[in-house]
């Protein structure tokens, strides 16, 4: 499953119905835990551009691929695997997926919405404004 997923996402073929939350975890945490974190990073946006593209979704200063979620979710998800080096990746996956890390509203933990949905912050990556993004923070939110 992990594999098709991760598969259909790098040839820019996965249906938009499977193209969810979760399964964006799930690449970027597959990703991460096969590349280098800048590499990583870089595959995850390129493929989400390719696969948008795919779909017929207009990568914009509106929609489509977003800079600053993306790095900051391979953020979050390269500390949690700091914090959990002793999984295997499918359990990595399954726990992460399972914690409050994972919730969609996570973002709005760190920046405001009316910040993180402008141009700029879609174009460029900026770092959080209502608390700092590390190990601490992350820690104490899985506690």
């Not at 991760?6 to 945490?29: M, R, Y």
């Not at 990583?40 to 509106?62: Q, W």
């Not at 800079?67 to 999984?87: A, G, H, P």
Request: include cysteine; charge should be negative; aromatic fraction near 12%.
């Amino acid at each position: 499953m992990l594999l098709s997923l991760v598969e259909k996402f790098t040839q820019a073929i996965l249906p938009k119905s499977e193209w969810t939350h979760d399964a964006h975890l799930t690449v970027a945490l597959h990703y991460l835990h096969t590349y280098e974190f800048d590499d990583a990073v870089c595959r995850l946006k390129s493929g989400i551009i390719l696969l948008n593209h795919f779909h017929g979704t207009e990568n914009t200063d509106r929609s489509g691929y977003h800079e600053t979620l993306t790095i900051f979710w391979s953020k979050v998800i390269s500390i949690y695997m700091e914090l959990n080096q002793s999984y295997l990746l499918e359990e990595l996956i399954d726990k992460f997926l399972a914690s409050p890390l994972a919730n969609k509203e996570l973002p709005f933990k760190f920046y405001s919405k009316r910040e993180i949905l402008t141009s700029p912050y879609r174009a460029v990556y900026h770092e959080p404004t209502l608390q700092k993004l590390d190990l601490q923070v992350i820690e104490a939110m899985l506690h």
